[in-house]
Nanobody, 113 residues
Framework: QVQLVESGGGLVQPGGSLRLSCVVS????????MAWYRQVPGKQREMVAD???????NYADSVKGRFTISKDNAKNKVYLQMNSLKPEDTAVYYC???????WGKGTQVTVSS
């Protein structure tokens, strides 16, 4: 059973930074393509960034140059460093491995002055 626990969200001012963490159990992140998604109420969930087992990384155009995805294989965790945050980054953020339907509860990120 894959379990995903996201944390690190909060309220931050525009231009600020947050680091999200995702603790993964049930699978090895070293062997999986892992992704961060976000969802705003009333809108579809969108992929923000992903990292393959080989370390190749993709970002949504809206976050390129501001967000950095990484993973710690030893700790089985995935991270999302978010810099230069904008109000439009406000959403609930989730991590998930490709090919699985399990979702965690997510972590709320609110960017507001």
């Amino acid at each position: 059973q894959v379990q995903l626990v996201e944390s690190g969200g909060g309220l931050v001012q525009p231009g600020g930074s947050l680091r999200l963490s995702c603790v993964v159990s049930g699978i090895a992140v070293s062997l999986r393509r892992m992704a961060w998604y976000r969802q705003v109420p009333g809108k579809q969930r969108e992929m923000v960034a992903d990292v393959t087992s080989a370390g190749s990384i993709n970002y949504a155009d809206s976050v390129k140059g501001r967000f950095t995805i990484s993973k710690d294989n030893a700790k089985n965790k995935v991270y999302l460093q978010m810099n230069s945050l904008k109000p439009e980054d406000t959403a609930v953020y989730y991590c998930k491995p490709y090919g699985y339907t399990n979702w965690g509860k997510g972590t709320q990120v609110t960017v507001s002055s």
